[in-house]
């Protein structure tokens, strides 16, 4: 598919579901559909011809329905923080958003599940089950604003992964509408169970070309009773990846290991929290468990580690307030990098960590062989590094192009992937072929014909249009 949608089957689909779903819930308002056409990707501006907002599955049934019978695509959107891309409506057609499905249904100590719409915050889901002594470890940077269904739909990680995995594995049950508006319940409640094909496993990460999650069953673990955070700085980036590798292979396990280069910390320094002066680079290191004294003990081992390997400085967070301080500080980073140059290009490579200090280092290397600035920063400890490249506006844009299939092909040599969470949706479709196989995207390709044969939902995603 490359054309926009057909307007007389847009007005066809925009008639249905105004009967369908009310007046309210279907919008044609430019500036909306600007915004909806719009994600933290970078790739451009794509507007929907309407932007739906269903408030129950029927109703999302409904839309598939819809789109299905007048051939009009339609693209799946959570809360467009997404950085590949995967919920701008390359071709128009609807843009199906799930914000109104934000009701946390359940949250059940005794079965350690909650049942969620797709539209819930991430955060405020976090929030929710903390109270009740419970815990939601998947923790994406971007966690006040993205939602759970594009969580699963791009099997979100986050600093934590290196402990406690990635959404995939806390995804029990899925409540999904297939393209053609078949809804299906897919998984279960219980820890255990092994009946039938593994669709849950399918339909997270499969980016929204899959079908449509409305509900989405979670499994929480019990709220760790103590966590410990300390920043420690280094010279150099290298010296900072070369000790996280140091700490992992000593048997030690943070729950977060968080890496920040020079260019990174001058982004954020002084926006809440100050970095020691000369901070070349830092670690964010994480430590949490039962007790306060073999918590203070982990984190006094990774402290020594890292002052062994090079470390300058080791501050450990005194309170609550100042672990938020530092922890805002790490998110932000992504939106800081934006305010040193007028554009940026952010990568997410995944590299098996005893390669991390020298992929480091090459890539340093290829900035100044290509004069452009590089920041790299990320989750270290499950060697998944967010490598921007920065720079000043299109006419640099050809030598940021080669600079990125070179950072690409860096991580699949070293045996790592294109993409460690933000998925490949629009911005990686066609690097796909680097780390995968023809015979393997072929047969991807084809399950995604089986499942949607028509190809209108999210196209031109995953894989380069034929
Ligand atoms: C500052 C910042 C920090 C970030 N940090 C991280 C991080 O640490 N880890 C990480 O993994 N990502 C991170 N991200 C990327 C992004 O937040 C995640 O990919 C997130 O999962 C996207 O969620 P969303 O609700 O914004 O989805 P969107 O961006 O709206 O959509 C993402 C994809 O999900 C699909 N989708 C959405 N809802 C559904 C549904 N109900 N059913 C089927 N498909 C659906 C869309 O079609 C699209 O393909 C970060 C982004 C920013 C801006």
């Known amino acids: 598919m490359t054309a926009r949608a057909d307007p007389s089957q847009v007005a066809e689909v925009r008639a249905a579901l105004e009967r369908a779903l009310g007046p309210g819930a279907v919008k044609a308002d430019p500036d909306q559909l600007r915004a909806y056409g719009r994600d933290e990707s970078d790739t451009g501006e794509f507007p929907a011809d309407l932007v739906v907002l269903p408030s129950s599955a029927s109703e999302v049934q409904a839309v598939l329905r819809a789109c299905q019978s007048a051939a009009v695509p339609v693209t799946p959107v959570g809360a467009r923080t997404g950085k590949s891309g995967g919920s701008l409506p390359l071709h128009g057609g609807v843009s199906l958003s799930l914000e109104r499905m934000n009701r946390i249904k359940l949250i059940s100590p005794e079965d350690l599940i909650a049942v969620v719409e797709p539209g819930v915050i991430t955060g405020e889901l976090m929030k929710a089950v903390e109270a009740r002594g419970l815990f939601y470890p998947p923790d994406p940077a971007s966690l006040d604003s993205c939602t759970i269904g594009g969580n699963v739909a791009e099997n979100a990680g986050g600093p934590r992964a290196l402990k406690y995995g990635v959404t995939r594995d ?3 049950g899925l409540e999904w509408v297939l393209p053609d508006g078949r809804l299906i319940r897919a998984g279960r409640r219980t820890i255990k169970g092994v009946a039938g094909y593994d669709l849950v496993g399918l339909f997270v990460g499969s980016e929204g070309t899959l079908g449509v999650s409305t509900e989405v069953t979670l499994q929480l673990i019990p709220l760790p009773r103590q966590v410990m955070t300390a920043l420690i700085t280094f010279a150099s980036v290298v010296d900072a990846a070369r000790a996280a590798s140091a700490v992992l292979a000593a048997g030690v396990l943070p729950r977060t290991l968080e890496l920040m280069d020079d260019l990174s910390i001058s982004a954020v320094d002084g926006r809440g929290f100050s970095f020691p002066p000369n901070a070349g680079a830092a670690l964010l290191a994480e430590v949490d468990g039962i007790d306060e004294a073999s918590v203070l003990g982990e984190l006094g081992r990774v402290g020594e580690i890292c002052e062994r390997n090079g470390a300058s400085q080791s501050l450990a967070a005194q309170n609550e307030d100042q672990r938020q301080k530092l ?11 934006r305010a040193v140059k007028p554009c940026k290009i952010s990568e997410d490579i995944a590299v ?23 920041a790299t920063y990320g989750h270290a400890g499950d060697g998944n590094l967010h490598v921007n490249v ?7 844009r050809p030598k940021v192009d080669r600079a990125i299939v070179r950072m690409l092909e860096l991580a699949v040599g070293v045996g790592g992937t294109i993409t460690g ?3 490949v949706g629009y911005a990686k479709r066609d690097f796909l072929h680097l780390e995968q196989a023809p015979e393997l995207i072929s047969l991807q390709r084809e399950l995604k014909r089986f499942f949607d044969p028509a190809g209108l939902l999210n196209p031109g995603k995953m894989f380069p249009e034929i």
């Open 421 to 423: 969470e933000h998925g």
């Open 170 to 172: 806390y995804v029990l």
């Open 352 to 374: 098996p960590r005893s390669r991390i200090a020298e992929v480091i280092s090459r890539l340093k290397a290829m900035g100044e062989e290509l004069g452009l600035a590089v």
């Open 390 to 396: 920065l720079y000043e506006g299109p006419s640099e």
């Open 327 to 337: 922890w805002s500080a790490r998110r932000s980073i992504a939106i800081a990098l």
